[in-house]
């Protein structure tokens, strides 16, 4: 049911401000849909009974709709109380199933029951993509100009946030939200609309700012709070930043190992570093306890992780001759959110990602690092990572795949039709 939930939501939250009642055109643009994906929303509330039409396209939630949205946010306040209480707990986890299943089955046709009993029982262990594309991009701006954002350059003949999107859709993350900058909104929406020819649901999530606005990873993260159910996982993905292994059948499906790391070790946080022996002062740096590795995946343990440090502060950071970098890749549990809360800003009013984790290890938190690495014998073999905000590393991933045939890799079979008509 977690489909009607989150539909019925995004309508639901439009027809509020609108006083009750809305057209479809003015869903449509408040809620920053397509028409297609809004027509078939609408299809689908309407079907279920969530949503009435009245004269002149006007669209109401039913009494059916309200009693629906009033049982799901009874479960959210549930959910978020067992969370703080049995975090840890395997009975928790098989209550919160129960629960979610038991709601959602009563707001739904008993003859329907098998079908709706299958979905939420997979929404319950469901992991929600977030791609961070609200960034001001000013070590590109030498590029881009500030005419549109950092997240649509292209590379090759792909705009850089089609890398992630495709590697969270490979990973079998289909729900993605995409938060975005009031400023450079429309370039991503009208590029990506709903997704949907690229195989995946996208959304929008706006980062208000002004003067006295939190920025920084942490702040982006932290937009997407109200859209996360406290028993959903989250994978944050930058995007301006690239993952590729040539060694694999599909150079862009990376993200498995690091969901099924975190998935394995149960961890509050788990991201993607890369090794590298260059400076690795300009990034998140991680020191490991020791690294092992499972049917091929370097993971290990973090002891420290630091915010662009000085030389100094890394000299004992470094394993088997490589720094270990953050990637711009994460999964989260919902706690995420609280010690967040909890980080204290740093320069320009920023919260670093880092920090936040770094603060969950204070706490006894488990936070895991899987290596963009692949074994070779007692040593380390890098794969392939670019970080497209810094020209340096645009031109050398622009380099790297101009000869790999980034459409047959990319495209789905709308996408492919839609470019030989």
């Known amino acids: 049911m977690s489909k ?21 055109t003015q869903i449509m643009y408040q809620a920053n849909l397509s028409h297609r994906l809004l027509c078939r929303y609408l299809e689908e509330v309407l079907d279920a009974g969530l949503v009435s039409c009245e004269n002149e396209d006007r669209y109401v939630l039913t009494a059916k709709g309200k009693e629906f ?22 009975t928790a986890k098989s209550w919160l199933e129960r629960m979610c299943t038991d709601n959602a089955l009563s707001a739904s046709d008993s003859d329907r029951a098998p079908k709706r009993r299958a979905i939420s029982g997979i929404a319950s262990k469901a992991i929600k993509g977030v791609v961070l594309a609200a960034g001001e991009g000013t070590r590109i701006r030498e590029v881009t100009h500030g005419a549109f954002p950092k997240e649509l350059l292209p590379i ?19 729900d993605i939200m995409i938060v975005i900058a009031p400023q450079t909104k429309h370039g991503i929406i009208d590029g990506l609309q709903s997704g949907e020819r690229f195989g995946v649901n996208i959304t929008y999530v706006v980062q208000e700012k002004n003067e006295k606005s939190l920025c920084g990873l942490g702040a982006a993260i932290f937009s997407t709070r109200g859209r996360i159910y406290p028993n959903e996982d989250l994978v944050v993905a930058c995007g301006d930043s690239i993952l590729c292994d040539f060694s694999s059948h599909n150079p862009l499906d990376c993200l ?18 890369y090794p590298t022996q260059a400076d690795p002062t300009r990034f998140g740096v991680v020191k490991f306890g020791s690294i092992n590795e499972e049917n091929g995946i370097l993971y290990g343990g973090i002891n420290r992780i630091v915010e662009k440090p000085n030389m100094e502060t890394v000299q004992d950071f470094s394993l088997n001759g490589y720094y270990y970098i953050a990637t711009g890749y994460y999964v989260f549990k919902h706690r995420i959110f609280s010690y967040i809360e909890k980080t204290r800003p740093g320069t320009k009013n920023e919260i670093q990602i880092t920090d936040t ?16 690495a692949r074994s070779k014998g007692k040593n380390i073999e890098p794969l392939a990572y670019w970080d497209v905000g810094i020209p340096k590393d645009y031109a050398q991933a622009n380099r790297s795949l101009a000869d790999t045939n980034l459409r047959r890799l990319i495209d789905t079979d709308q996408e492919k039709e839609r470019w030989s008509s």
Do not use: W
Request: with cysteine.
């Open 4 to 24: 009607y939930r989150d539909r019925l939501r995004i309508i639901a939250d439009v027809l509020s401000i609108a006083g009750g009642r809305a057209k479809k």
């Open 69 to 90: 949205l009033d049982r799901h946010e009874e479960y959210s306040k549930h959910c978020k109380s067992l969370e703080e209480q049995f975090s840890h707990a395997n």
């Open 156 to 174: 090759g003949n792909i705009p850089t946030i089609r890398f992630p999107i495709e590697a969270l859709r490979l990973a079998g993350v289909e």
């Open 256 to 273: 498995k190992p690091l969901i099924r790391i975190h998935k394995s070790t149960n961890a509050m946080a788990t991201f993607m570093v």
């Open 357 to 372: 984790m770094a603060l969950a290890l204070e706490n006894g938190e488990r936070v895991v690092a899987v290596a963009h």
